[in-house]
């Protein structure tokens, strides 16, 4: 179920200049067949009874998708909220919900076979293969942490036996920006070869400083590089791949949120920052991987994917996003500035034996291995009052699977995957107030801990009926499950694993000789023990709990035409959610302060040694999961213009559309709702060559304002209009 791939004409040209990055094919026929390695095999995603989305480097530029959060403008189902620390990633409303560290992801992500933990997920997109995107629980060959779904980065490999190529891109446009990217193939041999590819964007803040202190927050400088190996004797293949990336906004743009504490000191429209404490943010990343193939006489494949990731984050932030008043208000609760760190080093490795697919029964077996050494130091200042948030956790995660395929029939395949997967993590560190004021212990007071142990396990599976009906036509019906794993708040307090259940059918078709695809999926998900951030009154802190169950239905429709230099795409996807009451303690109308425990009866409030929290106790009725848009769609139309020779003009434009979605559950359509939005982009292409195009391109055509999501009391913005024109010269 490819999205608008191979239905652009700028795909012919990506795979002359990359012929193997993702073994399509255009035709004048018709759309070209997309090949995606999701399941450890090279397949055609139309005869794969999963339902996906798959885009390689040319359709992700059509579409304007320059890095992981564009995704959800391009893949129904899709949600990509902005939390600053993490981004929530949610396909059919499931995935994250929280950014505490203690939670793991839900939707699994990964870059070139490594799974990728939440923290610096916002980083550009450069020299890609393809991109693939798995809707539903990935519980068999993905394992936890895909419970509702999976994403597949692949970068490009080096093109052995072609000779010295590569590409340039250069570009600018308004705010400022400026960006460039490149890659250079060097081949050695027809067996070995290297490929080098890196990056700049520099861009000006779309946002006006207004308080006292000169802050740049919303800026974008952002690098990085890719070093590549192969060596393909024959039936041996080895690829080991050096990456890094460095990324600085200048700090958080955010404001507080309607409704909440420090929402009177607004100051200006969504463009103006108002803070009065120094704010920056850095974010960098490292990574290294090595994958060997062995093809044995039999068929056989074996195969290892070792993996190191080192990611970091630093930043000085303003919590209340705003500027002490300059007439004194009663009402006005303090400035609270934080310095705040995250590291989390990973190190992973699978193990894959994978038959041939001749004949009635095929299968794979694996292993897998991750550990997470995570550390946080977070430093906040009430007013003074200091609190100190020093600590990391462990986490070790394992799995055994298994899946095999087999034709009952001609056309009829049942398939079986089942995984065993387990999970322990044990944590370390404290919470200590008053540091340095008199009266406290020296290093402060301890008043909560972060060490704790926990450890759970789950099989997980899947179990589909498969029918190819004729070359054209697939229809399968599937049940999987998934889970994501539990964790621990303090050495008392744990919390369980989430688990789901989905029940799914699809047909996938070609018309007109295969000028258009069609693909239809329904799923019915029980979603049970949804892991969230509530705050424990007894403590005063923020812990996970598992709320609340949840009820997850709908329907999701593509299409992908091509008739000449006529090409179009759409999509649709419709997700009813229920989750079930909740009794909590609302923490948007307090600060993100330390509060304290809730006080002694008849002892008034007196944050930080104690609050009174039952006036803030509520129960909801219930309401659709959080980001768990209700409708998305979207779609492209194109059109190639010959212009004589080589030579051709080609417009495109794009909509994209995410419907309201709550981020907090107390479902305050002032506070807690991401209002719809809907984008127009649009890009023409002037192709004077098969070496040499110019393009122009535009995005948020129509400067639509709006929210992406929010951490704590505040809320980010999206990227107001922009717009440039690039080069592209290939050799």
């Known amino acids: 179920m490819a999205l608008a791939l191979a239905a652009q004409p700028g795909i012919a040209m990506a795979q002359s200049q990359d012929a193997a990055a993702n073994d399509a094919t255009v035709t004048d026929e018709g759309l070209g067949e997309i090949i995606v390695t999701a399941q450890r095999r090279k397949e055609k995603l139309q005869d794969v009874a999963v339902s996906a989305t798959a885009f390689d480097a040319s359709a992700l530029a059509d579409k304007a998708v320059t890095s992981l959060a564009d995704l959800q403008n391009a893949s129904p189902a899709l949600s990509i909220s902005d939390g600053g620390i993490t981004q929530s990633i949610n396909i059919r409303g499931i995935g994250l919900a929280s950014n505490s560290p203690s939670v793991t992801a839900g939707v699994a992500t990964y870059v070139d076979g490594l799974f990728q933990p939440p923290i610096v997920q916002a980083n550009s997109f450069y020299d890609l293969a393809s991109v693939e995107v798995l809707r539903g629980p990935q519980g068999t060959l993905v394992g936890s942490n895909s419970t509702g779904g999976a994403i597949f980065i692949n970068t490009q490999n080096p093109l052995l036996g072609e000779g010295l190529g590569g590409y340039a891109v250069f570009g600018g446009g308004n705010y400022g920006s400026v960006q460039s990217e490149a890659a250079v193939n060097l081949p050695v041999s027809d067996t070995f070869g290297f490929r080098a590819a890196g990056f700049y964007r520099n861009r000006d803040s779309f946002y006006n400083s207004v308080g006292p202190v000169n802050n740049n927050a919303g800026k974008l400088r952002e690098g990085g590089g890719r070093f590549t190996a192969m060596w393909n004797p024959g039936s041996f293949q080895a690829v080991a791949k050096v990456s890094f990336n460095d990324r600085d906004t200048g700090g958080y743009a955010y404001r507080p949120i309607v409704g909440t504490p420090y929402a009177d000191y607004r100051v200006g429209d969504i463009r103006s920052i108002s803070f009065d404490t120094p704010v920056a943010n850095r974010?960098?990343?490292?990574?290294?991987?090595?994958?060997?193939?062995?093809?044995?006489?039999?068929?056989?494949?074996?195969?290892?994917?070792?993996?190191?990731?080192?990611?970091?984050?630093?930043?000085?932030?303003?919590?209340?996003?705003?500027?002490?008043?300059?007439?004194?208000?009663?009402?006005?609760?303090?400035?609270?500035?934080?310095?705040?760190?995250?590291?989390?080093?990973?190190?992973?490795?699978?193990?894959?034996?994978?038959?041939?697919?001749?004949?009635?029964?095929?299968?794979?077996?694996?292993?897998?291995?991750?550990?997470?050494?995570?550390?946080?130091?977070?430093?906040q200042n009430q007013v003074g009052f200091p609190t100190d948030i020093v600590g990391g956790n462990q986490r070790t995660t394992t799995g055994l699977f298994a899946q095999g395929n087999y034709e009952i029939v001609p056309g009829l395949e049942a398939q079986l995957g089942a995984r065993y997967s387990t999970y322990k993590a044990t944590g370390y560190g404290d919470v200590r107030i008053g540091n340095g004021i008199p009266g406290f212990p020296p290093g402060g007071l301890a008043v909560a801990s972060?060490?704790?142990?926990?450890?759970?396990?789950?099989?997980?599976?899947k179990f589909a009926l498969n029918w190819k009906v004729d070359p054209d036509n697939l229809l399968y019906a599937l049940v999987a499950r998934g889970y994501k794993p539990g964790g621990f708040n303090s050495p008392t307090s744990n919390f369980d694993p989430e688990r789901v259940i989905s029940y799914e059918a699809g047909w996938k078709s070609a018309f007109l000789?295969?000028?258009?695809?069609?693909?239809?999926?329904?799923?019915?998900?029980?979603?049970?023990?949804?892991?969230?951030?509530?705050?424990?009154?007894?403590?005063g802190f923020g812990g996970v709990e598992n709320i609340s169950t949840v009820k997850i239905k709908g329907v999701e429709a593509q299409v992908q035409g091509r008739f000449g230099g006529f090409g179009f795409d759409a999509n649709v996807a419709f997700v009813d959610s229920d989750l079930a009451s909740v009794t909590f303690v609302n923490t948007r109308p307090l600060d993100g302060g330390n509060l304290g425990p809730q006080c002694p009866a008849g002892t008034p409030s007196s944050p930080p040694f104690c609050f009174d929290y039952a006036p803030f106790i509520q129960t909801t009725g219930g309401g659709p999961n959080l980001y768990a848009p209700r409708w998305t769609w979207g779609g492209g139309v194109e059109y190639e213009i010959p212009l004589g020779g080589e030579a051709s003009l080609t417009p495109r434009v794009n909509y994209a559309y995410v419907g309201e979605q709550f981020t907090y559950i107390g479902y305050s359509p002032l506070s807690d709702r991401l209002n719809p939005r809907g984008l127009l982009s649009a890009i023409v292409t002037l192709k004077l060559n098969e070496r040499l195009r110019i393009e122009a391109w535009g995005t948020n055509l129509t400067n639509k304002e709006y929210v992406t999501g929010q951490l704590n009391s505040n809320e980010f913005y999206g990227a107001p209009r922009e717009y440039g024109v690039k080069l592209n010269v290939t050799f």
């Open 283 to 379: 974010e960098r990343a490292f990574q290294a991987s090595l994958e060997l193939r062995q093809e044995l006489d039999s068929g056989i494949v074996l195969r290892s994917v070792t993996g190191y990731q080192n990611k970091r984050i630093n930043a000085l932030n303003d919590i209340d996003a705003s500027t002490t008043p300059p007439v004194p208000d009663p009402n006005y609760r303090g400035s609270i500035s934080e310095n705040y760190f995250a590291g989390e080093k990973v190190y992973t490795q699978e193990i894959n034996i994978i038959s041939p697919t001749q004949g009635r029964f095929d299968w794979i077996l694996g292993g897998y291995f991750q550990r997470n050494d995570i550390a946080i130091s977070i430093l």
């Open 450 to 461: 972060l060490a704790g142990s926990h450890k759970d396990s789950l099989a997980t599976g």
């Open 513 to 539: 000789r295969n000028r258009i695809r069609t693909q239809i999926s329904a799923f019915y998900n029980q979603y049970s023990n949804f892991q969230f951030n509530v705050v424990e009154p007894t403590t």
